[in-house]
């Protein structure tokens, strides 16, 4: 039996099921989530974040609590996220992005799925955040777009 990749998904996917240009590809990939194609992996990062999104964005995502495992804002994972900051990946204005990266490493998914492009979805950064987790001795980890994760189960597909 294949083992299922572990796949982080921030507080952007969600909102973007309701947002015109995201919509599309959030949907398909929560569809992936539903029928077991990875562990969707999330946060108590992202549960807060949500407090402040529209109801119809909550009730989404209570909507997937049977497919969603939670991991948690660590010591560990506060470490690592200290790491990035004194890295300058990231200010600490940024300090939820940190530990959106920093909770994935710890809890060794294989991927980050967010529609966020300035501070995680972003060449430079996913760099930087790998260079720290290797000097840290964590395993380094792919920061993606839902459509990435898309089209990689597409052409896994065609190859059965």
Request: aromatic share 12%; glycine share 4%; with cysteine.
């Amino acid at each position: 039996m294949e083992k299922r990749l572990r796949v982080y998904v921030d507080t952007s996917v969600f909102g973007g099921v309701f947002d015109r240009e995201f919509s599309r590809a959030s949907e398909e990939f929560f569809t992936l989530a539903r029928i077991g194609k990875f562990i969707l992996i999330s946060s108590g990062i992202v549960e807060d974040e949500l407090k402040e999104s529209p109801q119809k964005v909550r009730s989404f995502f209570d909507s997937l609590s049977t497919f969603i495992e939670t991991a948690d804002l660590t010591p560990e994972a506060i470490k690592l996220q200290t790491g990035y900051i004194e890295a300058g990946i990231v200010s600490e204005k940024w300090l939820a992005d940190a530990a959106h990266v920093a909770i994935a490493t710890v809890s060794e998914c294989s991927m980050i799925v967010s529609w966020n492009f300035k501070h995680l979805v972003n060449f430079k950064k996913v760099q930087l955040y790998n260079a720290v987790n290797i000097l840290k001795g964590y395993s380094t980890l792919s920061i993606i777009s839902p459509p990435e994760v898309i089209g990689y189960y597409e052409e896994n597909e065609k190859e059965i």
